[in-house]
């Protein structure tokens, strides 16, 4: 049994998940507001951007949900995913304005 910690719309949540569950299901069945669309990879709603933790995602899935270059780079569909450690994840929405926000404090 692993430790998620989600950040979602400014708010984080910690949930317990285990190595055959997504994320994204596991958070479901605790009621908590991840974002959900197909839950087959195929929409890009459940992106996520891995603070840390070790995770294996599915490579069956829409390129338009999930690039190369986004999985390269750390980001992972919690519909397609499994825990593989504790993890840290912010929605991809999130992670954006995240990084808008330092940008604009740097100027
Ligand atoms: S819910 Fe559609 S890609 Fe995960």
Redesign the pocket.
């Known amino acids: 049994m692993y430790k998620v910690t989600l950040k979602v719309r400014n708010q984080q949540f910690e949930y317990n998940c285990t190595p055959d569950q997504t994320p ?1 299901r596991a958070a479901r069945n605790e009621f908590i507001p991840i974002p ?11 992106k996520m951007k891995v603070l840390e933790g070790e995770y294996e995602q599915e490579l069956v899935r829409s390129h338009e ?1 999930l690039s190369d270059e986004e999985l390269a780079n750390g980001f992972a ?4 995913m499994t825990v593989k450690s504790d993890l840290g994840i912010i929605t991809a929405e999130d992670y954006e304005s995240q990084l808008k926000k330092a940008s604009l404090e740097e100027k």
């Open positions: 994204l959900t669309g197909c839950q087959r990879g195929g929409c890009g709603m459940c949900a569909l919690a519909c397609c």
